[in-house]
């Protein structure tokens, strides 16, 4: 293994809301990279006509989190009054902080027609000093990020700063979230501004100073030198990290906090249904009847 890599993660499969997602954060080898603490990779899946994505409301803390699509269209609504179509390119980052619901469906229109869904989610850990934050939601079409040209390659700056420019996202901690599109024949060279590195290969192929990186597997990068990425027939990636996150984080369900009386908390309410409701919504995801860390969350 190139000295680069520090370790590859390889994904597992899970069920959310009717699709199978390949979950590659967290993990033994890495529970997080940078603030992400979750990271999972949705399709291509077809849907076809009359099916969709429903995933019923349900509860947040102490993250955000980041949708970001290659194809298809997800209906985000929250409990602070979002109404909000993402589609290819965009984002939506919604910051969970102190508590908040939402719901993630297919489109009337989309799902009349039919369509191939394409993404990817994560979770991004708040600081201890942000964790109750106010919730709330933002989202930035494609056409309001930074896009980078460089050698072949272009770079879309989703969250943080990266390769001199710096996207619009609000974030809590120094952040790195880029999506990558490699021509073929392409190289790029990543630098040493964030501490932690992760890069994913969603497609294509990628080799790293040298060494062949795997299909729908995550490397995770030695910090302090830079890494070269090279692409001989072109390759769709996602380069992530920052700062390493202030001390240890439980996850429960779909609750991320420093301590285990905040998750408790979060569940407690939820069960009371003391976290707020999306509106025109009457359905909602209960609280698993057991705890078990690290348990499929609803994304």
Known sequence: MSTSI???????QHDVGGLTVRRVLPALAARTVGPFIFFDHIGPATLVPGQGLDVRPHPHIGLATVTYLFEGAIMHRDSVDSVQKIVPGDVNWMTAGRGIVHSERTPDEERERGQTMHGIQTWVALPV??????????????????????DGVTLRVIAGTAFGAQAPTRTFSPTLYVAADFARG????????????????????LSIDGETLPEQQMAVLEPGAPVHFESANGARVMILGGAPLDGARIIEWNFVASSRDKIEAAKQAWSEQRMG???????FIPLPPARRENRAPEA
């Open 6 to 12: 520090r370790v590859l993660l390889k994904p597992h």
């Open 129 to 150: 000093a942000s964790e109750e934050v106010e919730p709330s939601f933002e989202h930035h079409a494609a056409s309001a990020l930074p896009q980078i040209e460089r």
């Open 277 to 283: 409701h999306v509106s025109g919504e009457t359905e």
């Open 186 to 205: 392409s190289a790029l060279t990543l630098d040493t501004e964030h501490e932690e590195r992760g890069v994913y290969l969603v497609e294509g192929d």
